[in-house]
């Protein structure tokens, strides 16, 4: 595996793959890698003849009151986890690097953020377009991985990718999760050992809700409302939000119909966690027939 921390380097390099004509997948990651980093890697191992990796904690996601400077960092561990999982080059580039003045130029999401995290988070996803944009530039990926844990995230980089004509192409991959059904998420480690016990009833509310779905059930009022009673009888954490949309467009639904995100976050004492699961609903009309 090629660790490699220089912008020039790097492009020195993609530009011998390009030429040979090798297919590339991109894993862009914030580092602290567990289970989903590494499914990311690995499918992209399946797909392309070289595999990148990005570790780059980017300090645009980051709001004044979030974790910037407590996220987790552990370089040495991340590098032998990735050249386990068949990344041929790691890049790991600086700061400085990265964002090497103030920029002319800034990037807004104007479309899919106003709602889940992006309602609070504001310029959030403007910093992922912002260093995605850098990192594609740079990478030139045949295909680039994203989990489907962060499916706003998805959305926005599949509406960056279109509209920007990046000839990329998205990969959403499944939530990676622990076997009590938990999504993986570096934030993890933050719980304390009760709320650790608790916390897959995030995912137990959003199984339910599929279920009700499978039984007929189209109503998004009454589904948020079932989740949040099972999350509030079940854990000892503070509802964000509970909500319901189509998904990608996040457009509000009077009635379940097309594809729906069912989304969750909950804030425990020091970790705030996410969860969704996307649905094909079936028309009312079609599924008593």
Do not use: W
């Not at 600086?94 to 953020?113: C, F, H, L």
């Not at 934030?187 to 009700?212: G, I, M, T």
């Not at 999350?231 to 729906?260: A, C, H, M, W």
């Not at 705030?272 to 649905?279: F, Q, Y």
């Amino acid at each position: 595996m090629n660790v490699i921390s220089k912008i020039n380097d790097l492009r020195l390099t993609i530009d011998h793959l390009k030429n040979t004509g090798k297919t590339i997948g991109f894993v862009p990651t914030m580092g602290f890698l567990h289970e989903g980093h590494l499914t990311l890697a690995k499918e992209a191992r399946t797909n392309n003849e070289v595999v990148v990796m990005s570790i780059f904690v980017n300090p645009l996601q980051f709001g004044p009151n979030e974790d910037f400077d407590r996220y987790p960092r552990d370089v040495e561990r991340d590098t032998e986890l990735a050249r386990m999982s068949g990344v041929d080059i790691l890049f790991i580039p600086d700061v400085a690097d990265m964002y090497p003045g103030k920029q002319s130029i800034t990037m807004n999401v104007e479309e899919r953020v106003d709602v889940l995290c992006g309602r609070k988070r504001e310029g959030h996803f403007d910093g992922v377009v912002t260093v995605l944009t850098k990192l594609f530039h740079l990478v030139q990926p045949t295909r680039a991985y994203f989990g489907q844990k962060d499916a706003q995230q998805v959305a926005v980089v599949e509406g960056l990718v279109s509209d920007y004509f990046f000839p990329i192409e998205i990969i959403r991959v499944p939530t990676v999760r622990e076997e009590d059904g938990l999504a993986k998420s570096s934030r993890n480690v933050y719980l304390s050992q009760d709320e650790r016990q608790v916390a897959p009833f995030l995912y137990e509310s959003l199984q339910e809700a599929r279920k009700r779905i499978e039984e007929g059930e189209r109503s998004p009022s009454f589904l948020t409302g079932m989740i949040s009673k099972i999350i509030q009888e079940n854990t000892s954490g503070t509802i964000d939000y509970v909500e319901v949309y189509s998904y990608p467009e996040f457009r509000e639904l009077k009635r379940l119909e097309g594809d729906i995100i069912i989304a969750v976050a909950v804030q425990f004492q020091q970790a705030r966690l996410i969860d969704n699961i996307i649905i094909s609903v079936q028309p009312e009309e079609d599924y008593y027939v």
